[in-house]
T-cell receptor
């Protein structure tokens, strides 16, 4: 099956710093989503981005489907950005079986 | 628009007991997923429904886990008998369809502790 690898596994930032999270996948995809899991365990949708670039406030994401990777950019980080960021993909031609990476654990300190 | 609803939020049971979780997806969403998330790991797909039919249950431990989606709307996931290693968060998600927008949305999850 498809492999989803996220890097780095852990990230510690000072408030105000910028960061880039990466998601590599091993097959063609028709769905790619970025989620933020908050300390209460809720998965919050950040981006639905099977290809292209999107921006939402301080967050932006780019997926280069032909090269099988996606990047999530966080600018001017805040303590509320702390948590785990997951990338999830589904393989083209399937039933949208959504497969998750292991996540990037982000801690933003004041 | 109401989100994905799950209940209960928390459950503590003894090993060998049975437990059931309930999920009501976003109205009109054809696809429903159940995931298991063990502490420190990413969510793992247990079962996926398209309307009321199962399209993937390859990672569902069928000797103890079962799931149904009656009338293609809400769904229940059951564990019987529970083992200690079933302690996890059980997440339900739904998405509109398998073509067009495939964006999935998650409920708040049920945290299960087996003692």
């Amino acid at each position: 099956g498809i492999q989803v690898e996220q890097s780095p596994p852990d990230l510690i930032l000072q408030e105000g710093a910028n960061s880039t999270l990466r998601c590599n996948f091993s097959d063609s995809v028709n769905n790619l989503q970025w989620f933020h899991q908050n300390p209460w365990g809720q998965l919050i949708n950040l981006f639905y981005i099977p290809s292209g670039t999107k921006q939402n406030g301080r967050l932006s994401a780019t997926t280069v489907a032909t090269e099988r990777y996606s990047l999530l950019y966080i600018s001017s980080s805040q303590t509320t950005d702390s948590g785990v960021y997951f990338c999830a993909v589904s393989v083209s031609g399937g039933y949208n079986k959504l497969i998750f990476g292991a996540g990037t654990r982000l801690a933003v300190h004041p | 628009e109401a989100g994905v609803a799950q209940s209960p939020r928390y459950k503590i049971i003894e090993k060998r007991q049975s437990v059931a979780f309930w999920c009501n997806p976003i109205s009109g969403h054809a696809t429903l997923y159940w995931y298991q998330q063990i502490l420190g790991q990413g969510p793992k797909l247990l079962i996926q429904f398209q309307n009321n039919g199962v399209v993937d249950d390859s990672q569902l431990p069928k000797d103890r886990f079962s799931a149904e989606r009656l009338k293609g709307v809400d769904s229940t996931l059951k564990i019987q008998p529970a083992k200690l290693e079933d302690s996890a968060v059980y997440l339900c998600a739904s998405s509109p369809r398998i073509t067009g927008s495939r964006e999935a949305f998650f409920g708040q999850g049920t945290r299960l502790t087996v003692v």
